[in-house]
């Protein structure tokens, strides 16, 4: 996919053939053999397709545990990775460095300190760590909530991270990775936004059901695409959304993985809410569509009038406006 902008057809452009590696459920018994079997299976069909870089799901290894409780924190930490690669997702780095493709990979993390985080690997085509993201806005609820058909404690599962939203060299481009819930905040975006970021990795679990407000149940896919194509947009940079859908342990979950352009279009979509793989090649100079014009940052944005978007948590109203009162 590329924009033509005057260059001419022949001008070097920085191509990269992308893939979203979509997985349909994962059961609580399937071991994570079989699951890095799957994800062999789909990075075989990326290397027949001449895909340089496959963005797998958020904990894309297991079950998503927290939606079930367990009275001691630790009580999960069998679905936590300890080491990445380990001995059984070795075999996966070993797959993608033969076809010599990159990928994402999201997991549980326990470090050695203790930490539990909801993290996403960056890993080159040649099996070398990029980087590790870990998720910063963490969804849901920390205690016992029996009231809900199924819980989401990712609250009591993971720790917030304070590391925010890096971006790096790799791939040809600028790349950075968000998770799930970390989609919907227009602040993920501009933090990659403003170190130029070409190319956004995003993987996901959503439940059709939000116990909260079942009322946005029949809007998660169109919630999904409009945060992603908005931060897409807005920050002249690809996105690439990719999810763990279908039914797991009788929770549906959003399937719909998709690639957007800088210009905020879905070039790519899923078809399926299973295992399946979604390809597009993306023209990341086409950024530069969007990051030099409206979206010059450089020239248009008042970071002076933006405070309380750094320095305020929570909602504060204005006092009340007495009727009759001065302007
Ligand atoms: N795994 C997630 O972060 N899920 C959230 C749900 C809880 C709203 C999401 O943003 O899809």
């Known amino acids: 996919m590329t924009a033509d902008d005057g260059d001419g057809p022949d001008a070097a452009r920085r191509m990269l053939r992308v893939a979203a590696g979509q997985l ?12 890095v079997a799957r994800l062999i299976a789909l990075l075989d069909r990326a290397a027949d397709r001449g895909v340089e870089l496959v963005a797998f799901p958020e904990l894309a290894l297991t079950t998503f545990f927290p939606r079930w409780y367990t009275e001691e924190l630790s009580g999960h930490d069998h679905y936590f990775e300890t080491e990445m690669p380990g001995p059984e997702t070795k075999p996966l780095f070993d797959a993608a460095a033969s076809h ?11 470090t050695p300190d203790g930490h539990r985080y909801n993290t996403t690997i960056l890993v080159d085509g040649a099996g070398g760590e990029v980087a590790r993201f ?40 600028l790349v950075g ?10 602040e993920t975006y501009r933090e990659m936004g403003l170190q130029g970021v070409e190319l956004i990795l995003i993987g996901y679990n959503t439940p059709i059901h939000y116990a909260p407000d079942p009322g946005q149940n029949a809007l998660q896919g ?13 920050n002249g940079t690809w996105v690439v959304g990719v999810a763990k859908g279908g039914t797991e342990e009788g929770v ?5 993985s998709a690639i957007i352009a800088p210009s905020g279009q879905i070039v790519a979509q899923a078809v399926t809410s299973g295992d399946e793989l979604v390809v597009a090649d993306c023209d990341l100079d086409w950024c530069r569509h969007y990051k030099e014009t409206l979206f010059d940052f450089a020239r248009y944005r008042r970071p002076e009038v933006y405070r309380r978007i750094t320095t305020q948590k929570g909602v504060e109203v204005p006092p009340p406006r007495h009727e009759g009162a001065e302007p």
């Open 134 to 173: 870990r998720k910063v806005h963490i969804p849901g609820h920390e205690d016992d909530e029996p009231w809900r058909p199924f819980q989401h404690l990712e609250r009591r599962y993971f720790e917030e991270s304070d590391q925010g939203f890096g971006v790096w060299p790799a791939f040809g481009g």
């Open 24 to 35: 349909g459920p994962v059961g609580r018994d399937e071991p994570r053999s079989s699951v």
């Open 222 to 234: 169109f919630h999904n695409a409009l945060v992603m194509q908005a931060g897409a947009y807005q």
């Open 100 to 110: 010599g493709i990159g990928f994402s990979l999201g997991y549980a993390e326990l």
């Open 252 to 256: 549906e979950s959003l399937a719909q």
């Open 177 to 186: 990775m968000a998770t799930c819930n970390d989609r919907r905040w227009p």
